[in-house]
């Protein structure tokens, strides 16, 4: 991904829903052939439930009305309450979020759907001011609660509903609800991803990490009740930012589920991102799921910079490497649901409506502008702009009218509704007169039918927000309007659907010139253009549907699931197991890496010291006669004297396999003697060439290798230059000479073909075909080859026989050396990888950090385990 101008919907998602669904049945039958179980659910994750429940019969003393407010007063309800005495609970529609709940509830015609959500304030029937603290609600009332879900059905005329949707409730306590949402979600989140740093928006002292508890608290129980109703086969996706912690928090309670994460709202640029004290938290929260989905490219892009940038995580082309675990960065937007939207237009009071607005305005262009009351929605600016059009094209005096809505928002400002209505008398003062006034500005929910009707009659629609994920304004003003004018539309080119619709006139609402120029343009408008503009407006408005939106989203989660069959998790390694086999071995064979195994990954280097446990264990086990130990690492042999030099029985094998020193010995054996190794200075040129051009990187030479560090450097800049070096080396050298091109943890690293970590086990296990137990550490790409070198036996045998390696053959002159028959058994051999459960790798079993290495090496010779790494075991 090296450019922002990426089309905003993917290849191969500009197609119908019919193809989509044909796309999905097909991935379907190919997992199922494939042994993949799948349930046919989807579970969807989403904050609020799309459904108001009142509580008939209340205990207990009411809280304080509700805020927000759970529906939409002005609209007419899609359910009917029941109308019995003895029922519980009322259920009715929450309004709210209708494109995703609408695509969410069309996968119902393929899958079985599980909507999974906060109950919302428990209103009370006696008081509908009030509701009821969810504390005094007994379980009995609860579960009528689950029961009535079960039964409940949106109105039966729709054709989107059906009855293999469910409802799954998640209760919080009311101070964790209210401080997630009320606190974390709309004081520090929401603002912070709309490019709103929190002093330009909070009054003084607030702290935005106040309601950090409240947020963890209830992600951890969303992550609870998504646990208690999942099954194997099951594809989960968690919805916006209101929930960004539960993918990691799922993956420890159900680590094989298939888990996707789509963020509704902008994702802002690692700069602004990384002002969150919680960044990291969050950031680790999402990098759980393995795909992640946003609504354009660039905000992808943004969040693979701030993974870079923050956290330090590689990226791949499959997606974040974090720890082991890879995660799928793509992104998909939502669209309306056009077939609903158009049979909304056709509403009977519609016309109406229609006819008494054009009366009111005969023989007057209208502008319409419908938003919330809300800071990032630019209304302000909008209104600015206007004012500057009447200024700049004086001809428009008396003949155009703007007609603004800016309906309640749950963050309504004070503030800015006194703003607005200042400017709107300014406007109308300075341009109005007894039968004209320019800005009609209403602050109210409309109506549907006066909603589609002022779509339907308006000559330009101006939607110009500061910031903003995906408007469906716009989307539902193209439809409304395919029947009436056909009018063009001004759109802010930050919103996330403007590259969606750019045959639109987009503007930068910052620009009130800009703005006034283009609404200027759209009124003068040609019938041919808007004809042309609109058409094909209408056919990407009318494709990309929250129908299809949700389809694709199913098609996506399950080619993931797909690539989680073929890379196989491996299990947390069995201590008591381990224990076992240990001591009931005669001879042991231990080979351990170094970096990221027996010491963390740290920035410099040189720095990367065994603690005090990991020379206890070192020793412990080389004291032990029937134990061989061998460090295998890329580190030269001075690092490794310098730090383990002093245990004279541990055994060493330096710079990938090029140098050996067997345990007690003093010299080290170069292995590479016998090897041409001329190529070193064409590959260290190289490096010098990219050291120049990179700032913070280093070239490291080796007796055996050279390796191109980058850790020093800027991570997106460095990584882009790995990848340039490493296709240059690839292409140009590698073919030619004996060389392979290892792409390391931020660094590259050359070395010859015929000598690798993996031929230094295969040698040391020819010579001690005698061992019964063998335990293998690792942590990165040159550890799998020795992970792949202890893959001894065929599938379902119990003996193995080792052919001479190359370090008998090639460096020890013994062509003729026969093969031995090796003693272990299957059950005896632990590779074991660093890292991730959900890792790419050939070892066996997995730890997920070194302290975890070092603990189970104590813990085999009878030393008390560290307490940290007791705790981080417990945790799995």
Request: glycine share 6%; charged share 20%; hydrophobic share 40%.
């Amino acid at each position: 991904m090296d450019s922002f101008a990426e089309p905003y919907t993917r290849i191969g998602d500009d197609i119908s829903l019919d193809e989509v669904r044909a796309q999905v049945r097909a991935l379907e039958a190919d997992h199922k052939a494939a042994g993949i179980p799948l349930s046919g659910r989807v579970l969807h994750v989403c904050h609020y439930l799309p459904i108001t429940a009142t509580l008939n019969t209340t205990s207990g003393v009411l809280s304080p009305p509700a805020t927000p407010p759970p529906m939409n007063p002005s609209e007419e309800p899609l359910a009917t309450p029941s109308k019995e005495s003895d029922a519980v609970w009322t259920l009715v529609p929450r309004y709210g979020h209708a494109a995703m709940i609408s695509g969410i509830r069309s996968l119902a015609a393929t899958h079985e759907q599980i909507i999974i959500g906060w109950t919302g304030d428990i209103q009370a029937a006696k008081n509908p001011e009030g509701r009821v603290p969810v504390a005094s609600i007994p379980e009995e009332q609860r579960t009528a609660l689950k029961d009535a879900l079960k039964t409940y059905q949106p109105k039966e005329s729709d054709p989107d509903d059906d009855k293999k949707t469910l409802y799954e409730p998640v209760w919080l306590e009311d101070g964790v609800a209210h401080g997630h949402y009320d606190g974390y979600c709309k004081q520090t989140l929401w603002p912070l991803f709309h490019y709103l740093l929190w002093q330009d928006i909070a009054s003084e002292d607030v702290s935005q990490d106040s309601h950090y508890k409240a947020y963890a608290a209830a992600n951890a129980a969303f992550a609870q009740t998504i646990a208690n109703v999942y099954e194997p086969g099951d594809l989960i996706w968690v919805h916006d930012y209101h929930l960004l912690l539960v993918p990691k928090l799922l993956r420890a309670i159900v680590p094989d589920a298939v888990i996707g994460l789509f963020v509704h709202t902008p994702f802002p640029s690692s700069e602004v991102f990384r002002c969150l004290p919680r960044r990291k938290e969050i950031l680790d929260g999402m990098v759980g799921a393995d795909l992640v989905c946003f609504q354009t490219y660039s905000y992808s892009r943004h969040f693979l910079s701030t993974c870079i940038r923050v956290c330090g995580y590689e990226v791949t082309p499959r997606g974040i490497d974090a720890e082991g675990h890879v995660t799928a960065v793509t992104h998909c937007p939502v669209g309306v649901d056009a077939e609903r939207v158009a049979r909304d237009i056709l509403r009977p009071g519609i016309p109406p409506a229609i006819h008494a607005l054009r009366s009111h305005y005969q023989n007057k262009k209208i502008i319409v502008g419908r938003d919330k009351l809300d800071v990032v929605k630019g209304v302000l600016q909008k209104l600015q702009a206007f004012q500057k059009l009447l200024r700049t094209y004086p001809g428009w005096v008396g003949n155009v009218v703007l007609i603004q809505v800016t309906s309640p928002s749950l963050t309504d400002s004070p503030k800015l509704e006194r703003q607005i209505s200042e400017l709107v008398a300014n406007i109308n003062g300075e341009f109005g007169s007894l039968d004209f006034v320019p800005v009609h500005h209403y602050h109210q929910t409309l109506k549907k039918d006066e909603f589609y009707a002022l779509l339907s009659v308006a000559d330009l629609a101006v939607i110009t927000p500061l910031r903003d994920g995906m408007n469906t304004t716009s989307m539902e003003f193209v439809i409304a309007q395919a029947k009436t004018n056909k009018s063009p539309v001004v759109l802010s080119e930050f919103m996330g659907i403007s590259k969606h619709m750019e045959q639109a006139l987009m503007v930068n609402p910052w620009n009130l010139g800009d703005v006034a120029a283009a609404i200027n343009e759209g009124l003068l408008m040609s019938a041919p253009e808007k004809e042309a503009r609109h058409a094909a407006l209408h056919k990407v408005v009318t494709t990309h549907t929250s129908h299809t939106w949700a389809a694709v989203l199913v098609k996506m989660l399950l080619g993931q699931l797909g690539g989680k069959e073929t890379a196989r998790r491996t299990p947390y390694i069995p201590r008591e197991v381990l224990e076992t086999r240990y001591h009931d071995a005669k001879k042991r064979l231990f080979f351990f890496d170094y970096d990221g195994t027996l010491a963390p990954i740290v920035k410099t280097p040189s720095m990367a010291v065994p603690s005090a446990a990991t020379l206890d264990a070192l020793e412990r086990l080389c004291a032990d006669e029937r134990n061989l130990v061998y460090i295998i690492s890329g580190r030269d042999g001075a690092f490794l004297d310098q730090h383990l030099g002093h245990l004279p029985r541990l055994g060493f094998s330096a710079e990938h396999g090029g140098f050996m020193r067997s345990p007690g010995a003093k010299e080290w054996v170069n292995l590479t003697e016998k090897l041409d190794m001329s190529w070193m200075g064409e590959v260290e040129e190289i490096f010098k060439y990219y050291t120049e051009r990179t700032t913070g990187s280093a070239v490291e030479m080796k007796k055996s290798s050279i390796t191109w560090h980058y850790r020093g450097s800027d991570p997106e800049w460095g990584l882009f230059q790995c990848h340039q070096c490493q296709d240059l080396l690839e292409n140009n050298l590698a073919h030619k000479r004996p060389i392979e091109v290892l792409v390391g943890k931020k660094n590259l690293e050359v070395r010859p073909r015929a000598v690798n970590k993996g031929e230094i086990v295969k040698g040391l296990l020819y010579q001690n075909p005698d061992a019964e137990f063998i335990f293998c550490a690792g942590d990165d790409k040159t550890d799998e080859d020795m992970f792949r070198a202890l893959i001894l036996f065929e599938t379902g045998a119990t003996k193995a026989t080792m052919p001479a390696p190359l370090s008998v053959t090639l460096f020890d002159d013994k062509a003729d050396a026969p093969p031995v028959d090796l003693a272990i058994r299957p059950e005896c051999v632990f590779t074991t990888a660093v890292g991730h459960s959900s890792k790419r790798t050939l070892a066996s079993w997995h730890v997920t950090t070194p302290h975890e290495i070092v603990d189970h090496m104590l813990g085999l010779v009878g030393a008390q385990p560290a307490e940290e790494s007791q705790a981080a075991q417990s945790s799995l």
